[in-house]
């Protein structure tokens, strides 16, 4: 059992993930894996991942630009809401 617990703590000391006494071995091996995801996934390392983000990033960025229209659009009706009640008050309140 020795060795396992050697290896993991070998592969976090290489990738400079800390490794607590209070930590449980769930803990340790679930950062170690989420590092390799996250190198792996870095398009600045890998050339996959660099081409999974060219790939994604127009579709990416066109549900972004939705987003922000429909937010713009919802601030608006937000004004217009807020602009009736005010109105409505002030004609109620005299």
Do not use: G
């Amino acid at each position: 059992m020795s060795n396992w617990k050697d290896a993991v703590l070998d592969e976090c000391a290489i990738a400079c993930i800390p490794v607590h006494d209070t930590d449980t071995p769930r803990d340790v091996i679930q950062r170690l894996c989420q590092w390799h995801v996250d190198v792996a996934l870095d398009p600045r390392v890998s050339k996959d991942a660099e081409q999974l983000r060219d790939t994604y990033k127009p579709h990416a960025e066109a549900m972004y630009e939705r987003f922000r229209c429909f937010k713009t659009s919802c601030d608006m009706k937000d004004r217009e809401v807020l602009k009736a009640y005010e109105q409505f008050r002030q004609n109620h309140e005299s």
